[in-house]
């Protein structure tokens, strides 16, 4: 039985390709390289798995193309020694790689104030990341195993190399099918009645507002059952006009907070529609100041965005926003890509359309915001050429995806050598970024009538992850580093799209003030920068920060 085993496990080890073996591991060893964000051991291995399977993928293709395209094979001596000198290096490497694991590890979490780490756990990393490299072998085989058999049955009805593409296309319809019809169909089912039920959830410490002014009260156009979950949060939770007094020491009003959820109206317009209706119902352009707020996609707002800015022009704030999705923001993107773009398109025409009408002496000033998956739907729904003519204010976008229009525009066409994780755009009269360090009247022109700011950590990888990082470095990672970047951190092909991948799966998981979680402090400069409130000098700033540095991490980011 032993033998039988033992030579099984031989003819395993035979057919296993040489040259995908070589890249393979040498991927495996950049993938213990830092990227963004820290990483358990358990997401170490999973990493590495799928690196060293993406190299002997590449692998595979090579030696194939070396065949079809009919060069000489190598002798069996140089084959074989090409064999050991690989193995021999693949070994040096690997074992300085998990070596200096920990190390590189603690790169990133030392300036994250996390604990080091004393072991990169090599065992535990290689464990898994074997397990995980052995189901996609498998999987791979099992598609080559379906394209074999397939061409081999119309190989005897219709010339050979049409018979392999054909194929390859019935294995990957065969697969697509599968994936599809079970992964999708049910899965994607699966999550989103769970989301579905969360978001109708309703939570006992928030009761029904009995103040008329209050969407979901008694007085509203708004059913508060049919906020969802993220609704009732918003418009329950914020500070109240007290709150802010006793702060401040200044009389304050009662911020007024406008929501309205998914299940509130049947298309994206007649909620707009509803809002604007809400609005105008509590008086909300009769404040200093409207914001059009773009929620994630599960219709969550950070508060450490809207308290500050209640905060600082004493509760004389009125803000509005409307749900597109309760699913989280990956998800809504892969089933729902458009809508959350058409419903800031539809609540914004609808409030700038009654703003615009307005006498310019007696309306409020229109701010927009947005987080993450908010901010490029937010950035989506006006084309700033079409109110070029009675601009709003201003926009405070925070955390936006690479793929934010606007964003990429001032990125690509930033000032020589600024650097891509804060660039400078223009004189900055328009367009400005910021990060942990308040740099926004940093040598600048003065604002012009309408002020845009990007909020974003240089370790936020849903700002700075971008599929070309496959075969290319990106801007980010070249010349001087943002603060809160490893110093080792190394562009390599394919293994820094992976590890950004992951990155952006933790996003969240982070210390506040950094990755994707924004801190109030830095929200509170940007809003200083927009808005200007009156009155705040700057010990009152640094109190404000301190009293919001105090506050629990935020719940419900996605």
Known sequence: ??????????????????????????????SLTPSLLPRSYQLQGLLSGCSFAAGYGIGVFLRWLWVYMGLPPFSLLVERLTKWSAAAICGVVVAIFLWK???????????????????????????????????????????SLIRTVSSGRMKRHIPPRIANVLGVAVAAILFFS??????????????DTSFRQLDALIQTDLARPADPLKTGSEASLVNWNELGRMGRRFVGEGPTGRDISAFTGRQAEEPLRVYVGLNSAETHAERARLALAEMIRVGAFDREIVVLVTPT??????????????????????????????????????????????????IFAEVYRYWSSLPDNARPRLYLHGLSLGALNSDLSVDLFDIVGDPFQGALWSGPPY????WRRAMDDRQPGSPAWLPRFGDGSVIRFTNQHDRLDDGFAQWGPMRIVYLQYGSDPVTFFQPSSIYREPDWMSGERAPDVSPALRWTPVVTLLQLGLDMALATTTPIGFGHVYAPEDYIDAWISLTEPDGWQENDVARLKDHFADRPRPEGAD
Do not use: K
């Open 297 to 346: 996609g599960t219709g969550w707002i950070d508060p450490a965005a809207m308290d500050t800015l209640e905060y600082l022009h004493d509760g004389d704030i009125a803000s509005v926003a409307v749900q597109y999705s309760y699913l989280t923001s990956w998800l809504s993107l892969l089933i729902e890509p458009g809508y959350g773009a058409e419903t800031a398109r539809a």
């Open 178 to 191: 599968v994936v599809d019809g079970v992964v999708f169909r049910y899965g994607l089912r699966a999550a």
């Open 101 to 143: 694991a920990s190390e590189w590890q603690n790169s990133i979490r030392l300036p994250m104030g996390l604990e080091p780490v004393e072991t990169g756990r090599p065992l535990e990393v290689g464990g898994i990341a074997f397990a995980v490299f052995f189901v996609i072998l498998m999987v791979a085989r099992l598609f």
């Open 403 to 406: 793929s934010t229009p606007t």
């Open 1 to 30: 039985m032993q033998r039988i085993v033992a030579g099984r496990l031989m003819r395993m080890g035979r057919s296993f390709c040489s040259v995908g073996v070589l890249i393979g591991t040498l991927l495996f060893a950049f």
